[in-house]
């Protein structure tokens, strides 16, 4: 995993909202928090820690910070599905704003 291959990733999540909500309607950002969430980018912790070893994780980790970081009883892995996750939310947020998705 490199950030070139997030990104890639990122698009295609984008891509693939923006034909849902032009077909069926609906919100994006809620349409990206559902792919983003399911994503085994982010559901399997070897995935997870892969990108928190390779990317850049910086927006990932603001997230993770905003969400109120480290709750009781945190783990190594809780932390890095939690950054991935926000990390590749944020670059398929920043996909869906240049292709001006709107719902």
């Given at each position: ?5 997030l990104?890639?990733i990122?698009?295609?999540?984008a891509?693939d909202i923006?034909?849902?909500v ?6 994006p950002?809620?349409?990206?928090y559902?792919y983003?969430d399911?994503?085994e980018?982010?559901?399997?912790y ?6 928190c070893?390779?990317?850049?994780t ?7 910070e905003e969400?109120?970081?480290?709750g009781?009883?945190?783990?190594y892995?809780?932390?890095a599905t939690?950054?991935a996750?926000g990390e ?5 947020e920043?996909?869906l704003n240049k292709?001006?998705v709107e719902?």
């Open positions: 995993m490199n950030d070139y291959e990104d890639q990122a698009k295609s999540y891509e923006a034909a849902e032009k077909e069926h309607g609906g919100e950002r809620d349409l990206a559902e983003v399911g994503s980018h982010v559901i399997y070897s995935k997870a820690h892969d990108i070893q390779h990317c850049n910086e927006l990932g980790e603001d997230f993770f969400m109120g970081g480290p009781k009883g945190a783990t892995n809780s932390i939690h950054i996750f590749l939310l944020s670059r398929v920043s996909e292709l001006n719902g």
